[in-house]
C-alpha cells in the first residue's frame, strides 16, 4: 500500500514539474523574442548591450571554464559545462557511437547516460551572462554530496579538489593576462606618463617634479615602447598607492631631453578623509575637447549650448596668447583674472576623418572664477588672498537633496506623476554673499570650515546679501543644519563657497607669506582704487597688483561711508596668492601613448605587470574598506555599476573596452579569493581545514557557516547595487 501511494505521488508531480519547466521555458522565450524586437528596432543601443552581457559573461565562463578543465584532469566527474545561464536551447554529447545533440529541450530533462558515452553535456544556454560547471558530488552552499562514486568531487583528495577551487580564480588572472598580451600585440593608447599638473607642496613638487615631465621608470620597472622606456599613468598611480611610506623612484625625461632619477615618498594630502598616499601628480589632457563626445548626440547638444564649443575643437589661444601645451594652457588660465575668458579654438564640424579636411577659427567666451583656497597638498586652508585682501564667500553652488529624498522624488514624479515641491529645501541660492555665519563677520573659507564642524546635527545661523526680484541687493536671515555626508565624516552645509570676484568689498587681511606689511583695511570695507586708477571688482585690483608687482602701491577704500587709504610695498612673491579657474568643465581628451610589445614575449611581461598592477591595487582597496580613515562603502561598484561602466566604455574604442574587461577579470580574481564561504576562497579554507583535522568541517557547522557567508555577499550586493542606482538614476 506505501510502495502504491509513492508511486502515484510521483506520478502526480511529474505532469506538474514538467508544466511549470514548460512555463519557464516559454516565459524565457517571450522575453527573448521581445528583446531581438527591441534589438532590431534599436541596433546601435542593442550591439552595445551585447557587448556588454558578452563582455560580463565571458569572464564569468573563463572563470568556469578553470573550474572545468581541472576537474577533468583531476579524474571528477563532471555532468554539465553550460555557456549561458537559464534554460538550454542546445544540448551536445558525445556518445559511444557518434553523438547526441539535443534542441530546446525541456528545462532539468534527464538524460540517461549508458556506459561509453561521455559523462559531459556541453550546453549553450538562453542568457549570455556566463556559465557554469556541474560536477556530481559538488555543491556551492552546503556540505558535498555523498556517494560511491570514486570520481565524486567528495572522494577526490583535498589537494585536487583545492586546485579545482582555485583554477577558477587563476583562470581569471591568466584570461586577464592574455587579454592585455593581445593588446599589447595590437597596440593599444592609454594615458600618457607625463606630468599634466603637479600640487604644490606635494612630494612631487617638493622633488622638483614639474608639469610637462615625462615619467620613463617606476622603481625600476618600464615598458619597451620603439626602442624608448616608458610607462603609462596607471604604473604612476599604483606606485604611490602601493607605497606604505617607503621611497618611490621615478626617473623623469625633462621638456629639454634630460633625464634624472627622483626618489619621493608619497604622502596623505591634507583635509583627505581616506589614508591612500599620493604624490600629487595628475595625468595630462591635450587641448582638443573629446571627439569621442560626438557619439552621444545629447551629449554634443549639451556642449554647445552651455559651452558653444564642439567636440574636436583645439584651443589656439587664451586671451588672445598662444598655448602650444596643456601646462601653458593651464597658466595662462590660472593668470586670467577677469569675469571671462576668450578661447580662439580651431575648429571642424562635422567631424572628418580626412587629416587635410578645411578647420574654421572660432572664439568662445566663458565665465571665470576663483577658489577660496589655493591649491596646497599640505595645506587644506591656504586662503586666497590679493595682497593680504580676501574678498568675501559667495555660495557657487547649491547641493541638491539628500540620496533618500531625490529616490523619493524621482518616485514621486516618475511612478505617482505628482509634481515636486522644491521650495521647502530653497534656503539659500546660488549668488548669495555671506554677511555673517554664527557670530563671525564676513568669515574667511577656514572659518566657515570650522563653524560648520562645531555646528554639526545643530541650527547654524547664516545672514546673506541676496538681489531680490527688482535686482536690489537686501540682508536676509537664513538658518542651515550641518551633517556629515552618507559616508564620510566630512561636515557640510549644503552649498559650495566660492569668492564673490564681481565686487570690490574686502572681507579680511590676512597675514601672508612674502608680504612686506599687512593692510590696515577694516573688514567689509569698499576698495575704490588700486594705484589711483578706480576699480569695481577684485579681478580688477587683481590686475592692477599683478602690473605693480615690486613696487609700492596705494590702496583707497570706503568704510561706513567714509574714505580710507593704506600703502603697501608688493614684494617679488605672490602679490595674488590665487588661482583663476574656467569656472565650467571642459571635457579635453586624454593625452594617451601607444603602448605595442615588439614581440610576443614582451607582451606577455607587459600583459602580466599589468594584471598585477590591477590585483595589487584591488587588495590595498579591500585594506582600505577596514581601516578607520579607509574607503567608505559608497565608492564601490557592484554588478550594476560594473556593467553601467562596461555599457560606457563601449562608447570608446574596441581596445579600451577589451582593457577594461581586462580590469575586471583581474578584479574578479581577487573578489572569488576572499576568505568569505560560498566564495572560492571560503571553499578553500575549507579544504584547508579538512587537510588538517583530516575530515570535513561538519554539517551543522558548515551550514550556519555558509548562510552567513551568504548573507553577508547578498547584503553588501544590496549595498553596493544602492549606491550604484543612486549615482546612476540620480
Known sequence: MTEQNEQTQQDSSEPQAEQNNNKQLILSLVIAAVAVAWGIKNPSTALRVLAVLLGFGGIIMIHEFGHFIVAKLGGIKVEAFSIGMGPVILGIRKLKKGWKIRLMPKIGE????????????????????????????????????????????????????????????VFNAVGAIVLFMALYMNGIDLPAGIAGHVAVNSPAYDAGIKAGDKIVEVNGDYFTVDGERCVDFESIFQAALLSSGEPVSYVVERLDGTKEEIKLIPEKPAGSEKSLRFTGISKANTLEIDPAIAKVPEYVDDLWNTKKLRPGDVVKAVNGQAVQT?????????????????????????????????RTIATVKLPMTVAPVSDNFRNEYDLTHFCSMVPRLK????????????????FTETVLRREV????????????????VADVDYPNYKQLRDLTNEYKDKNLAITVLRKNDAGLAEEMGLTVHPKARTGSKRVTVGFAPGLDMESPVTAQVISASGQAAILDI???????????????????????????????????????????????????????????????????????????????????????????????????????????????MSALSGPVGIISMTYQVTEASLGRYLYFLGLISSCLAVMNLMPIPVLDGGHIVLLIIEKITGKPVHEKVLAPIMYIGLALILGLVLVITYNDLIRILF
Open 326 to 358: 596643456p601646462w601653458s594652457f593651464a597658466e595662462k588660465e590660472a593668470e586670467a583674472f577677469r569675469s571671462e575668458v576668450e578661447l580662439t579654438v580651431s575648429r571642424q564640424w562635422p567631424l572628418s576623418e580626412d587629416p587635410d579636411a578645411p
Open 110 to 169: 534527464e538524460q540517461q547516460v549508458e556506459e561509453g558515452d561521455n559523462e559531459t553535456e556541453y550546453q549553450i544556454a538562453l542568457l549570455p551572462i556566463g556559465g557554469f560547471v556541474r560536477m556530481l558530488g559538488q555543491s556551492d552552499t552546503g556540505a558535498a554530496d555523498e556517494n560511491d562514486d570514486p570520481r565524486s568531487y567528495s572522494n577526490r583528495p583535498v589537494w585536487i579538489r583545492i586546485c579545482v577551487v582555485s583554477a577558477g580564480v
Open 421 to 436: 515641491d522644491e521650495s521647502a529645501n530653497d534656503f539659500l541660492q546660488k549668488g548669495d554673499i555671506l554677511l555673517k
Open 522 to 632: 577694516p573688514a567689509g570695507a569698499v576698495i575704490v582704487a588700486v594705484d589711483g586708477q578706480p576699480v569695481s571688482s577684485f579681478y580688477e585690483i587683481a590686475d592692477l597688483l599683478v602690473k605693480n608687482k615690486g613696487q609700492k602701491v596705494s590702496v583707497d577704500y570706503r568704510f561706513n561711508g567714509e574714505a580710507g587709504g593704506t600703502a603697501v610695498e608688493i614684494s617679488e612673491y605672490e602679490p595674488v596668492h590665487a588661482q583663476a579657474l574656467i569656472a565650467v568643465y571642459l571635457p579635453f581628451a586624454e593625452l594617451t601613448q601607444r603602448f605595442k610589445a615588439s614581440n610576443p614575449l614582451r607582451a606577455i611581461k607587459m600583459g602580466s605587470k599589468k594584471v598585477w598592477q590591477f590585483i595589487a591595487g584591488n587588495y590595498v582597496t579591500l585594506g582600505q574598506l577596514f581601516k578607520k580613515d579607509g574607503i567608505p
Open 395 to 410: 555660495v557657487e553652488e547649491v547641493a541638491g537633496p539628500s540620496k533618500f529624498k531625490r529616490l523619493a522624488n524621482w
